[in-house]
């Protein structure tokens, strides 16, 4: 799960450049009511996924990665906790169809931006109210791996992130990405289908836009949340990080027990995404991003609890 971008308020209209400064590649916005320039996003260069810059060297740049409530896991069903309170206090959200604006190659992935004003997830393992941010995917090279999580061992094709701030306690995603229960994930898997994902296929759509690192593309579509969460609300829950540096122990999790479907077809268009700048290409099959996921990390003594009946 990538740290996301400083929040941003609707503007009627907007103009786009982009600076590199160093090691990271920023994306300003012009609003051109004001001229104020908001960055937006920032896209490092000093991490990757592969055997250079991949997960095993991550500690060595971000302290954190080497923390003790670090994230994925691999599930042990063997060691959940069924909790009866989750039970009583369902998990409820509440997305409208066109909270989406913006879908970005960050280099590491596609991320979808979101106006989160009118978003909403409460209940379950939360206290609060969290706004929606982003959402984005993992996914491998092959569609026996791909998914962050796991579970007893086994591993998905895929993994959706949904990634909501606490807006109760705290003013801003920045504010409480630095905070224990700052951040709330869902985490859906994915698995192979025969058919097309239509609402899947509504950002697939624009891939072919945002296959370079650091393009983007208007979000124009409307989606429905609802097809791209599992039908059953029963889940696994606990307490971890962003799974993509600077690694921040700010998320309480939330992994739904039953997988969406995707088209093999849908996520070889998902592979087809770089890791590198359009200027920075030379062979045509140079930095295709076949792979973007974290390898499990030890639950060691957190606590793993599950809402509904054991797999």
Request: charged share 25%; proline share 6%.
């Amino acid at each position: 799960m990538p740290p996301s971008r400083t929040r941003l308020k609707r503007p009627a209209t907007r103009q786009i450049r982009e600076t590199v400064c160093g090691d990271t590649r920023s994306r300003l916005v012009a609003l051109e009511s004001t001229g104020e320039l908001l960055e937006i996003n920032t896209m490092s260069l000093d991490w990757g996924y592969t055997d250079d810059n991949g997960p095993s060297t991550w500690a060595e740049k971000y302290p954190l990665a080497a923390g003790a409530r670090q994230s994925p896991v691999d599930i042990d069903t063997s060691k959940a906790t069924s909790d009866n309170s989750l039970v009583d206090r369902e998990i409820d959200w509440s997305y409208p169809s066109n909270c989406s604006y913006r879908i970005v190659n960050t280099g590491y992935g596609w991320r979808v931006d979101t106006y989160g004003d009118d978003t909403a997830l409460s209940g379950g393992p939360l206290s609060e109210v969290y706004k929606l941010e982003q959402f984005h995917c993992h996914w491998g090279a092959t569609n026996d791996e791909g998914s962050e999580h796991t579970v007893d061992g086994k591993s998905y094709a895929a993994e959706l992130h949904l990634v909501h701030w606490n807006s109760e306690k705290y003013s801003s995603f920045k504010e409480a990405a630095s905070q224990p229960d700052g951040l709330a994930v869902l985490g859906v898997f994915m698995e192979i289908g025969n058919a097309d994902n239509a609402e899947l296929e509504k950002i697939i759509s624009l891939i072919p836009k945002i296959i370079h690192k650091g393009q983007d593309s208007q979000a124009s579509f409307d989606l429905d949340f609802g097809s791209l969460l599992p039908e059953s609300k029963h889940y696994w829950t606990y307490l971890g990080s962003l799974t993509t540096p600077p690694c921040n122990e700010c998320v309480i999790w939330t992994v739904f027990k039953e997988p969406i479907t995707i088209s093999e077809r849908q996520l070889e268009v998902f592979r087809s995404l770089k890791s590198v700048g359009e200027e920075d290409a030379i062979e045509p099959e140079e930095g295709k991003l076949v792979k973007n996921y974290r390898p499990p990390l030890p639950l060691g003594n957190r606590v793993l609890r599950e809402c509904g009946p054991s797999i």
